[in-house]
């Protein structure tokens, strides 16, 4: 007789439920999940001539900063001005304790009174001897001394003026007025201090002419050879278009004029200081002021156009991706030229009128679907 040998009934169970499952699972269909197309913004390249600047940190200065000196010694006694404000010219702005000056004067006075007393004199006696000469009735030895007398006391008489002249003018300069309209700064002294005409405790305080101003920088030796190879013609156009932008980021509305440079390249830094003039009128502009200023250095005709974020770079490659005519999107690397504000010429590798993909940071193969979201570019500036 045969042994048997049984199964367990766990296994039992088990073999049974696999058995039951294996139809359905082999009449169940595969399902492919598709995504989405992935929405992707999209600007048409253009073409237009497009002005290259070049940028330089500059700074303000004032039309004219003068220091503002005392011209003689003694006490301040009082500030008429508020500092920082506009002042116009002839506005008094310190006086300086006169005494001594003032006493002076009154010396000077005095001794011009008593050399003009002595020109009298000498005139009077001049006036007795020469007829007296004419007669013999006194020597020419006599009038020669009568004259002589008569020019030492109106030789003294011119010099006791000159010097109530000289009392006089050092008393003026115990008035301190504005030299021309201006801000001025914050006064050096105060009521009280004592100042002096000799070395840096003579100045007083700082007023700047702000109705127009003067923008200094420094533009390299390469950057002065290649605008000196600048026709007549371009030269002017630069010379006559330089811009400004301010701190914050924004560009001053007005437009300034190159008005000279320096004579020679500095040794020490190898560059050549440049300075331009701006109006200034609202008198935004103070000097000390930092900008940056923008120079217009050539003008490239019909350069296509397309946003700098559209420009992917890796190592030394440039490409953009654009959308074919089949709606699909390819890579194409592109030849990169100078940037103009929020573009990026293009010299190679797209044309005007190609739809140009602004993908960000979403990674996309030939493969993605894709819809376009055109939009319009340049952004047109919002109105003011």
Known sequence: MKKRHLIPMRQVKVLILVAVMLPWTACKKT??????PVQINAVKAIQQDVPIFEEFVAQVYGESDVDIRSRVDGWVTSLNFREGTFVKKGTLLYTIDDIQYQTSVDREKSQVASAQTELVRAQNELSRVRPLAEMNALSKQDLDNAVASYEAAASRV???EASLANSKIELGYTRVYAPFDGIIGISNFRVGDYVTRMGTTSVLATISSVGAVRVRFQISEKEYLRLSRLTKEEIEQTRKNVHLVLADGTEYEGVGEINLADREIDPKTGTLTVEARFPNPTGVLRPGLFVKARILVTTIPNA?????????????????FTINASGGIQA???????????????????????LVAILGTASLTP????????????????AK
């Not at 493969?367 to 919002?382: F, L």
């Open 31 to 36: 399902e492919v999940v598709e995504l989405p």
């Open 158 to 160: 011119r010099a006791a």
């Open 304 to 320: 296509v156009l397309v946003p700098q974020r559209a420009v992917i770079q890796q190592q030394h490659l440039s490409q953009v």
């Open 332 to 354: 194409v690397p592109v030849t990169t030229g100078p940037k103009s504000g929020d573009g990026w010429v293009i010299n190679s590798g797209v044309k005007a009128g190609d």
């Open 367 to 382: 493969d993605t679907k894709i819809t376009v979201n055109e939009q319009a570019w340049p952004e047109k500036a919002p």
